[in-house]
């Protein structure tokens, strides 16, 4: 009996499953397209499906992972060549764009315990029989954080959890301050930058992180070399700019990183850390949290090492000694156009970033390679006589992983010209076995969810959203029943859509597929073509999928008729960020109420146990019925016009409507619909993103917020802030009401032709 079978019990409910699963893009005519276009691009795409290759990719993944990847290597930049002549010989105007970055590397790292015994941590990974290039040294970059400060300090060690703001208020009610400490924490829960950052405002020196089994390690699963998971001495390198501020180089905000751009100094930087941190494995972990004394850590703090967690601080005390070579680095962007036929003026750009940590097999060269696939396949076909009628634009990020600094200095540089001609970005970073997964602009959801229905699951041999939708079901997702399209998910960051989105204002899709690879490698030198090949995606089917997937995203983005943006579901997600934000005010207001009686009262010290140390909380301030009118009734006039647009898009494309320049001018319109959802101003405390609807938490890093002007300020309690954002979420929905409302118009007006 199968799981679903199971689970369900009933044959009745068997058969509305099967009902609900039915594709519903089973019709002949593709968004955006007419019958008879729609005829050919699905002719074109079954040609382009018979040019993928599988062994491309296993050959090119291995050529590619042959050294050190990341940004300044000599190998970084022997890869951009190599890929800059591989578009050039599949017919693409190819070029490198260069531009010189802030990335400080490691000259000193020196971690040791010192008291109550010394243990002097190994920093470092092994070689692992049977992985092949997990010993070369040359060029690898050891274990370490990125835009960490130099820092030679010493000092006891408070276990901060996964050191979130949240954490420090559990601490404060035991308290225990991190002043003058050496905050440690463990991977998860937030960004790796949020630590850092959340522990120098609480007065910390420093700060450790270290990969816990029970998150990533023998608690998930096997460890590699045996399985997937992360090895006892394995470390996760990454990044902690404070990206939530703006991405990029952190020396140029909003401006090109070219040779004459104005610089800030290192120290002026607000996104460069202002204490030393640095990742360890949880084999050096385990000796400094043996060491601590102090109360034992809360139930959902405690990890799977085999040891009572304590929070300190102290008896455990380390010193660390951190130095960085603080220089410009070359990051090379490759850029492979091919002009479109009909409107050369028309961008659809399709990236995937070349840079890892160190050899980089899984991110991101799975996704590399895919890309590279489907550039191979579009160009045979153009050999063959086929041109798109947009331009194509793939690129090849260099230094995403430092923090999207590849991509985010191309995009501010070339800022004016892509607002002009950029209609999408399409993304990907890296690949995997599993689940397809696809996040970005509402805009294009139904889009989405055409491409999932038709591109179909290697291992299971049904479409690729039919099997998520199964997941969905079994895990509970009730919208699986009540919606015809699945939902994709909003954009926080962590990757190369980011300056396009939130930043220009370009509509965004991020594609991937994963969930069934592990993860153990994850920026550690273990990321090999020998753990992917075993481990994430043996034989490159999902390669192939994933190519499949994004390649018909650019080919129906760079042929249709009419641009294939449809606003019903971003009505129908606005409305749903608004009743969440709306039941955020009232649970917090539900919350306060009842937290400031429980304080008057005495309740919280009462209820302490008298031998341990507690601190009661202090009341919070009120909060204030918020008018939300406005957004509410933009949301609801934006229903109003989504469907109109719609409906008289769907019976123009039928009756053959669009001609007579119809379809040109509506283009047009609907090019700059995104840029509607932004405000020149930005954001409070980061005017980089200026985004309305999506952006990365403050404090979450990647993980998105929506609305975030509105959902921020309930958070931080700024009740003025919450109120001016109201309004500037209005205006921006009315401002793509009035874009929808004037592509209605023309709509109606049109006539065969």
Not at 233 to 243: H, I, K, L, N, Y
Not at 323 to 346: H, K, Q, R
Not at 631 to 645: I, K, M, S, T
Request: with cysteine; proline share 6%; aromatic share 10%.
């Amino acid at each position: 009996m199968s799981r679903l079978i199971t689970r369900f019990r009933f044959s009745a409910a068997c058969v509305v499953l099967a009902i609900l699963f039915v594709p519903a893009s089973t019709h002949a005519q593709l968004l955006g397209f007419s019958d008879e276009s729609s005829a050919m691009q699905r002719d074109l795409e079954a040609d382009y499906d018979s040019q993928l290759n599988a062994d491309n990719l296993d050959e090119w993944l291995q050529y590619l992972t042959r050294h050190p990847t990341h940004v300044g290597s000599p190998g970084g930049k022997a890869n951009a060549e190599w890929i800059a002549d591989k578009f050039r010989s599949w017919g693409f105007e190819t070029r490198i764009d260069t531009y010189h970055v802030m990335f400080p590397t490691p000259r000193e790292r020196m971690v040791e315990l010192v008291s109550p015994n010394r243990y002097v941590l190994k920093l470092e990974e092994p070689e692992v029989e049977g992985d092949r290039t997990s010993g070369i040294t040359q060029d690898l970059l050891p274990t370490y954080n990125a835009y960490s400060a130099d820092g030679d300090v010493e000092g006891e060690v408070v276990y901060v959890n996964y050191g979130i703001p949240a954490d420090y208020d559990e601490l404060a009610r035991h308290g225990i301050s991190v002043e003058g400490k050496i905050a440690l924490a463990r991977y998860g829960g937030s960004w790796r930058g949020i630590k850092p950052k959340v522990a120098a405002q609480h007065g910390a020196i420093a700060t450790l992180i270290y990969s816990d089994p029970r998150d990533d390690g023998y608690f998930q699963g096997d460890v590699y070399p045996d399985g997937p998971y992360r090895m006892a001495q394995g470390a996760q390198r990454g990044s902690v700019e404070d990206m939530p501020q703006y991405p990029g180089d952190p020396l140029t905000p909003g401006v090109g990183a070219t040779l004459d751009a104005e610089r800030y100094t290192v120290e002026e930087s607000p996104t460069i850390m202002k204490i030393p941190v640095l990742p360890i494995s949880y084999e050096d972990a385990q000796p400094i949290l043996a060491a601590m004394g102090g109360p034992v850590a809360p139930a959902a703090w405690r990890g799977a090492l085999p040891l009572t967690y304590h929070l300190g601080p102290g008896p455990a005390r380390v010193h660390m000694k951190l130095e960085f070579n603080w220089d410009l680095t070359p990051a090379y962007d490759v850029i492979a156009m091919l002009p479109g036929s009909e409107f050369p003026d028309e961008w659809v750009v399709r990236g995937n970033h070349m840079d890892g940590w160190a050899f980089g097999a899984g991110d991101p060269l799975s996704g590399m390679v895919a890309l590279m696939e489907e550039a191979r396949a579009v160009g045979e076909m153009v050999k063959n006589g086929w041109r798109p009628k947009r331009t194509i634009v793939y690129a090849g990020w260099d230094a995403e992983e430092p923090g999207l600094l590849g991509s985010t200095e191309w995009a501010e540089d070339h800022a004016a010209e892509l607002q002009d001609k950029a209609v999408v970005y399409i993304n990907s970073d890296g690949n995997g076995r599993g689940f397809v997964g696809v996040g970005g602009s509402h805009t294009l959801e139904r889009l989405a969810n055409e491409l999932g229905d038709e591109v179909i699951d290697p291992q299971t041999g049904i479409s690729v959203n039919d099997r998520l939708k199964h997941a969905r079901a079994v895990d509970g997702a009730a919208d699986v029943y009540t919606r015809r399209d699945r939902r994709i998910g909003p954009l926080g960051s962590g990757s190369d859509y980011t300056p396009f989105l939130q930043h220009l204002g370009i509509a965004s899709l991020n594609i991937g597929f994963g969930g069934e690879n592990g993860g153990g490698s994850y920026h550690s030198i273990f990321d090999s073509y020998d753990h992917y090949s075993r481990f994430g995606d043996p034989g490159f089917a999902y390669g192939i999928t994933l190519a499949k997937t994004a390649g018909r995203a650019t080919l129906r983005m760079a042929n249709a008729d009419v641009l294939p943006f449809r606003f019903g579901n971003f009505a129908d997600n606005v409305q749903m960020y608004l009743g969440e934000v709306k039941q955020l005010a009232e649970s917090m207001r539900t919350e306060t109420e009842l937290h400031n009686r429980l304080v008057e009262n005495d309740s919280y010290e009462i209820a302490s146990d008298p031998t341990k140390t507690y601190v009661p909380p202090e009341a919070k301030e009120p909060v204030p019925h918020i008018n939300f009118a406005p957004v509410e009734n933009a949301v609801a006039r934006l229903e109003a016009a989504a469907a109109r647009y719609d409906e008289l898009m769907a019976s123009a494309v039928s009756q053959g409507l669009l001609g007579g320049g119809t379809g040109e001018r509506l283009n047009n319109l609907l090019q700059g619909m995104e840029q509607r959802m932004t405000r020149e101003e930005g954001l409070p405390r980061r005017p980089w993103f200026r985004h309305m609807i999506y952006a990365p938490g403050f404090w979450t890093g990647y993980g998105v917020k929506t609305l975030p002007g509105i959902r921020e300020g309930l958070e931080e309690r700024a009740w003025d802030e919450v109120d001016m954002f109201v309004d500037e979420v209005a205006a921006a929905l009315n401002r793509v009401s009035d874009g929808l409302d004037q592509a209605a118009a023309l709509l109606s007006a049109a006539e065969p032709g």
